[in-house]
């Protein structure tokens, strides 16, 4: 990590203080290869070797690769400080923001802990400027951050803590699958990985708050979505638009045709489903996101269907329809997302199809138990269009969810550490 951060200060004043192309140049690929080799020994190279022994062994050849493999271990939010650096090499190169002038400033700017380990992805251009600059603390601001803080907690130890507890033995099952206890599974995982990477970004947000900082808001209600572009518009907005500024632009985006565009996005969300684990199933989930933009983009590319505001162009039997549709897409892609294996993934597709019997009914309404508050609360913010629409209301009311909120975490919240979801990315 330090030998990481020191490349990238020098090698951001460097770029900064040349006008020369080539010297830019050298200095942008010399950190960006730092960073992406760093990234790629401790987190890929496993992947790597175990495909490549196994694909020797299929024909009966004796793996070069069994004699280089290493026990290694990820280091805790390697993908997500890689991207911030990369961010910032980038910006400074396009000359978008200034290199930080003090060497600990841009130490701080990438090990600020609330966001090291798990995000959000901060930009240079919007936190260097707050580490720089004196911070003015005032009571507001910390109240605001105290609520923001106890929500994510909130949706860690009650909602996704609890869902986790139905999810995992699902999953850990080797077979054979029922299908409705498959689409518990599948409907626990949507929420439990919301709430569980929500809850965490939140308490990083609420944390800076209290400290004078503002990080930037990371989930907005993905799950009222309409499609695969808003979806990304809400979902993880940090990467999505990190995606979108250094990868898909850059790919040309939707400049060079429609043939580069659809190329463009697939690479794009391949890559992006890869930067959340070295795994197959990582990389078809990825797949699974692009063919759904590209599939999305061909559709509505003679329409004006395709932005964050369409509830207001349909009436409500064509939005719940649409809404319906299009979260079952989302619930079957984090299948492909959960699984362990690719044969867990065909043997619950089969189990979905072919081996569907309602049962469990216990384990449904301790589903909904845990996820209808949230829920309740999410409904609220869409229809105010404000995620701090609890936070606004009169002293009277805030007591009495706060309080409500807190017997629920404290009568039935899980209370021994749980690892976040993302820290394993």
């Not at 209301?393 to 749980?418: D, E, R």
Request: aromatic share 20%.
């Amino acid at each position: 990590m330090f030998f990481s951060i020191t490349t990238d200060y020098f090698c951001a004043r460097r770029i900064d203080g040349s006008e020369d192309p080539k010297t830019r140049r050298f200095f942008l690929v010399l950190s960006i290869t730092v960073n992406l080799l760093i990234l790629g020994f401790f987190k890929y190279s496993h992947f790597f070797y175990s495909n490549i022994d196994d694909f020797l062994r299929r024909l009966h050849l004796t793996s070069a690769a069994s004699f280089f493999h290493l026990n290694i271990i990820l280091p805790l939010g390697i993908s997500f400080y890689t991207f911030e650096a990369i961010s910032y090499i980038m910006d400074v190169y396009r000359r978008q923001v200034k290199p930080a002038k003090n060497y600990w400033d841009y130490l701080l700017f990438i090990l600020y802990f609330p966001h090291l380990v798990a995000g959000p992805i901060m930009r240079a251009k919007s936190f260097l400027p707050q580490i720089v600059n004196p911070r003015a603390i005032n009571l507001d601001q910390f109240y605001e951050g105290c609520f923001i803080f106890f929500w994510g907690l909130f949706e860690k130890m009650y909602v996704a803590d609890n869902v986790a507890r139905i999810v995992n033995p699902i999953f850990a099952k080797e077979g054979p699958y029922e299908g409705s206890m498959v689409l518990l599974g599948l409907y626990a995982f949507t929420f439990q990985i919301l709430c569980d990477f929500d809850g965490y970004s939140n308490m990083a947000r609420g944390l800076g708050k209290c400290m004078g900082f503002d990080i930037t808001i990371n989930f907005n209600l993905p799950y009222f979505a309409l499609n695969p572009r808003e979806f990304w518009q809400r979902w993880h907005i940090s990467l999505s638009t990190w995606l979108r500024d250094y990868l898909y632009i850059p790919l040309g985006g939707n400049r060079r045709g429609e043939a580069n565009m659809y190329g463009a996005l697939l690479l794009t969300m391949l890559l992006g489903g890869l930067w959340h684990g070295a795994a197959w199933t990582f990389v078809l989930w990825g797949l699974y996101q692009g063919a759904l933009l590209i599939v999305h983009r061909a559709w509505t590319r003679n329409s004006d269907l395709s932005g964050i505001d369409t509830v207001v162009k349909m009436n409500v039997s064509t939005y719940l329809l649409r809404w319906i549709v299009f979260f079952h897409l989302i619930v079957l892609g984090w299948l492909l997302f959960r699984a362990q294996s690719l044969h867990q993934i065909v043997d619950m597709m089969h189990a979905l199809l072919f081996n569907f019997k309602p049962q469990a009914i216990s384990l449904w309404l301790n589903l909904l138990g845990f996820i209808l508050p949230f829920l309740l609360v999410q409904i609220w913010q869409f229809k105010s269009n404000d995620l701090m629409v609890i936070y606004k209301q009169h002293w009277l009311i805030k007591t009495l969810l706060y309080s409500f909120m807190a017997y629920l975490w404290l009568g039935w919240g899980v209370m021994n550490a749980q690892e976040f979801i993302y820290f394993q990315f």
